[in-house]
């Protein structure tokens, strides 16, 4: 090989000296030839890079090395000044901007010692509109080895949270640009504590019980940038909410393209508490491709039992829903909601060079949703069709687009022919 | 539909595999002669033979392969690269060079790694190095020396390489994969695969993936993005790549990763331009047991 290597770095030379190409160039020539494509192609990986990022700081790397080699990671820890380790947070938990609250401006912070140690969270914030301080605090402990994926948690807080079927993402943004709050909120003072199991990505379970105190949240605000909120917040009955709770994630829409969400909760009875009733929540969502066609299809089914109070019971209706209608359109003990959604793959309008349209990669997703309650003021089905145009944001937890839909309702109910609607949407991959 | 061609040293059809002239030194005359007369004809019927066109080359024809058969087979090929063993431990040396208008950062992060068959993995930072540097007279000149910190370790999760496999072959169904060419290495074939996600919206990387049919093992991985998938902090994500290598017992590891971002200027300047980060993975180390010394309780 050294031979034929040699020899091709002459040849090389020779023609290059007539040719004009330098004796090193040719060795360089001769080099290639003999490395191998594996070689080759690490090669010219490098090549795109910087090559101060290939540039290894080996002493400092041996020091380090030898240094938790020698000590190992509890004598590393002892010599830390303080034991836990903390770290600030924005109090995501509490941060909102709805009727009922106001702008609720929030902050906090965690406290751990590591990755798999227990882990406390505190978060505060003070709600302009209701003018109460707000609070929630967490608690993590792993029961387990790590890859058991068994830990206790518990939570309390004083805040006010939504109920009902509609979940918008960013509600809070919409509700403070454009005075569209697409939730109802209750008053909630309590906590929880739960038994988790998570076992891969795709596969969590968790059981625990919950007891709150609930109180219908008079709307405060109305102030939005680009126009008032509705001042009304449909009040709920007051009273002890106390049940045993458990829920099940099972698949991924990323691997399996499939994913089950179930939730059972038994309120009252012994546990106590004002209400006395039993829910179900079971979610599919569904993804499929047709060669590079994407269909998602997403259905919800809620079924009460017993005496549900009017914020635990199944409703249709608003952004999650049944687009084109308004927020708990159709309340009963059960509910059936489905959602069908074509994500074209091609950017329509860059292929057509439409103007201005062309650069801003908007996708087109022509959807339909229906739904329908069972024992309630009027069980019919509820249905609407349409064409969104999305934008996509970027990765914030999950995927998020900007989409401006275009809905018609159809029914004899309907409250309008057609209805414009812009939000944000949650992808599901 | 593909096609493996074998090369094999050409051979004329009736020549023994011994050459005669290589028995000449040791037989007596008169075999000599006779094999002489023999070599004379049979090299007659070879040249004839070769003259009324046969090739120089014997072609083996294997069963045609398709796309889908050698990403199945690159499945199965991943899911053995570290077959035989339970554990391994490695260390990381992660180094990340932040650039501004006038200045850079450069950081220094060594890591001890380790990770199981039941999918566990962990990680131990051994310690940092931050310098700064600024740019004088065309000249990078060091401003300020951080030094050294060895103070608490941080554990986090490490690099599951015995449950994880790449993204495109995790997710199959979200990309089109094409066969973009055959190259022949030695004694096997090195496929040169391309995928681009189905949707044009999707913020997923497409890329080239060579991978060796000697056990199927995926050898160099380079990725573009196409859609950006953090569009209000990045720019572009300027390129993206991995390699892999044999290791002296037969174990096929990813050994670095090289990325380079540039940044949006969304905070008046203070962030930086472009960030470039190398992973380097070495000093592997198979079966040794969790050290609890080391990587901390389980």
Redesign the interface.
């Known amino acids: 090989m050294r031979f034929c290597t040699s020899m091709l770095a002459w040849s090389a030379a020779i023609i290059g000296l007539a040719g004009g190409i330098t004796p090193v160039a040719a060795q360089d020539a001769a080099a290639d030839s003999a490395e ?3 070689e080759r ?2 090669r010219e ?2 090549r ?3 090559p ?6 080996r002493a ?2 041996d ?3 030898a ?3 020698s000590l ?3 004598a ?2 002892k ?2 000044r303080f034991p836990l ?1 903390y770290d600030f947070n924005f109090g995501e938990r509490l941060w909102n901007y709805n009727r009922v609250e106001g702008l609720v401006a929030a902050a906090g912070f965690g406290l751990t010692r ?3 140690e227990p882990w406390a969270t505190f978060q505060g914030g003070y709600a302009f509109g209701s003018e109460k301080f707000r609070h929630f605090e967490t608690l993590e402990i792993p029961i387990a ?3 058991w994926g068994l830990s206790v948690a518990a939570q309390f807080g004083e805040r006010a949270v939504p109920y009902g079927s509609n979940r918008p993402r960013w509600n809070s943004l919409r509700a403070f640009v454009g005075g569209e709050d697409a939730q109802d909120y209750l008053g909630s003072l309590g906590g929880a504590a739960y038994l988790h199991w998570r076992k ?1 990505r795709s596969l969590r379970l968790s059981a625990g019980y919950e007891a709150a105190e609930e109180s219908s949240a008079p709307a405060t605000t109305e102030f939005a940038l680009l126009g008032d909120m509705a001042p009304v917040n449909i009040p709920v009955e007051d009273g002890t909410d106390r049940a045993l709770v458990a829920r099940l994630r099972l698949g991924s829409l ?2 399996y ?1 499939a994913r089950l969400d179930a939730e059972h909760r038994v309120a009252g009875g012994d546990i106590g508490g004002s209400f006395t009733y039993n829910r179900t929540d079971l979610d599919l969502t569904l993804r499929r ?1 047709f ?2 066609q ?1 269909l998602v299809l997403q259905s919800h089914y809620v079924h009460t039992g017993g005496d549900a109070p009017v914020q635990r019971l199944a409703d249709v209706g608003g952004l999650s829903t049944v687009r084109g209608w308004k927020q708990r359109a159709l309340v009963g003990e059960s509910s059936l909601a489905g959602r069908l959604e074509y ?1 074209v ?3 329509v309008f860059e292929r057509a060079r439409v103007p201005i349209l062309w650069r801003l ?1 908007l ?1 087109l997703v022509p959807w339909a949703d229906a739904a329908r309650t069972w024992d309630g003021v009027s069980d019919v089905w509820i249905t609407s069709a349409g064409m969104g145009i999305q934008h ?4 914030f937890g999950t ?1 998020t687009s900007l989409r401006f839909d275009v809905a018609f309702p159809m029914g004899p109910d309907r409250s309008r022919d057609v209805r414009l609607e812009l939000h944000f949407v949650r992808g599901v ?1 | 539909m593909q096609e493996q061609w074998r090369h094999r040293p050409s051979r004329p059809r009736g020549i023994a595999s011994t050459h005669p002239s290589l028995l000449v030194e040791q037989s007596p005359r008169f075999l000599r002669a006779v094999l002489f007369v023999l070599a004379l004809v049979l090299g007659a019927g070879a040249s004839r033979a070769l003259a009324q066109g046969e090739t120089d080359t014997v072609h083996v024809r294997q069963k045609k392969l398709t796309l889908e058969e050698i990403i199945e087979r690159c499945e199965q090929g991943e899911k053995t690269k570290l077959a035989g063993h339970r554990d391994m431990q490695y260390t990381v040396n992660l180094r990340v060079i932040f650039y501004w208008e006038k200045k850079k950062e450069t950081r220094d992060i060594v890591f001890r790694a380790f990770s199981d068959d039941t999918g566990f993995s962990r990680s131990v930072k051994a310690g940092e190095v931050v310098q700064r540097y600024e740019l004088r007279d065309s000249v990078w000149v060091v401003s300020k020396d951080e030094g050294e910190e060895s103070g608490i370790q941080v554990e986090s999760d490490g690099f599951g390489d015995f449950v994880e496999m790449p993204f495109f072959l995790e997710e199959q169904q979200e990309f089109h994969f094409t066969l973009l060419d055959r190259t022949v290495e030695r004694d096997h074939v090195i496929f040169k695969i391309g995928f681009v996600p189905k949707s044009e919206f999707k913020a997923l990387p497409s890329g080239t993936v060579y991978v060796d049919t000697d056990n199927y093992r995926i050898v160099h991985e380079e990725f573009d993005f196409e859609t950006n998938p953090f569009p209000l902090l990045l720019k572009d994500i300027k390129g993206f790549s991995r390699h892999w290598e044999e290791l002296p017992g037969g174990e096929w590891v990813y050994t670095r990763i090289l990325m380079e971002v540039e940044l949006r200027n969304v905070a008046f300047g203070r962030l930086p331009r472009r960030a470039a980060a190398s992973i380097l993975r070495e000093d592997f180390e198979f079966d040794k047991g969790y050290d609890a010394r080391i990587f901390g309780e389980r």
Do not use: C, V
């Open positions: 191998t494509l594996h192609l690490k990986g490098e795109r890079f910087d101060e990022l290939l540039e290894s700081n400092f790397q020091s380090a090395l240094n938790l080699d190992g990671i509890a590393q820890k010599k830390a380790g590591g990755s798999h080895p790590e890859d891969w990323a691997r393209m491709y060669w590079r994407e994500l793959p091609y950017d990669q996708q996509f944001l970027g990765e995927p991959f």
